[in-house]
């Protein structure tokens, strides 16, 4: 990028000189903001933003619209992977559910702490099998329905047991619910813990 050069004297008795245009005539503002002044520049499409735009990248500012995009590019969630997703894990979570509610009836309060065992093995199991169903495509909204067929899949035996007035398998399913749940949308996700 060129930079034009002008002759601009600062103070009255000091000598004319060279000075770029940018830095003594141009005063720039926010693309999105014109109110305010800013001198930052997006990375990507060099837009000007100002701080409240601006979205810290490791490799430099970028602006919101510039950020949208580039999530963008990560969804490739097709509209039959929601429902592939959604009825594989619906099916697998009340299987699972089912057989934990069986066997906290006759166990008790001791299955509370078997649910919370079997519940992070289930949701990896689970996890796995959505990504072989969806192929391996990706999108937020994806993670969240297929966490939400988990919690769906649990509905049906949950209601049961409290009509029934079952605590114990009522207490076990919301343990494996939460921990299931988490699980399947962190795996899903990528998110890691160290």
């Known amino acids: 990028m060129f930079m034009k050069f002008i002759k601009f004297t600062p103070y009255p008795n000091y000598p004319i000189t060279n000075y770029p245009i940018t830095n003594y ?3 720039t503002y926010c693309y999105a903001h014109p109110d305010r002044e800013t001198s930052l520049r997006c990375k990507r499409c060099e837009r000007l933003i100002c701080a409240s735009c601006a979205q810290r990248t490791p490799t430099g500012y970028l602006c919101k619209d510039c950020v949208k995009r580039h999530q963008k590019a990560f969804d490739t969630a097709l509209w039959q992977d929601y429902l592939f997703g959604f009825g594989a894990l619906f099916i697998l979570s009340f299987l699972a559910s089912g ?3 069986f066997i906290s ?7 509370i702490f078997i649910a919370t065992a079997v519940a992070g093995g289930a949701g990896v199991f689970m996890a796995d099998v959505a990504m072989r169903v969806t192929g391996k495509r990706r999108s937020r909204n994806l993670f969240i329905v297929c966490a939400a067929s988990v919690v769906v899949g649990v509905l049906p035996l949950a209601i049961i047991s409290l009509f029934m007035g079952n605590i114990f398998p009522l207490i076990t399913l919301g343990v494996y619910a939460a921990v299931a749940t988490s699980t399947v949308y962190t795996r899903l996700a990528g998110i890691q813990l160290r």
């Open 105 to 111: 009836a006759f166990i008790g309060f001791y299955m």
């Open 25 to 27: 005539l141009m005063t």
């Open 99 to 101: 057989l934990l509610s």
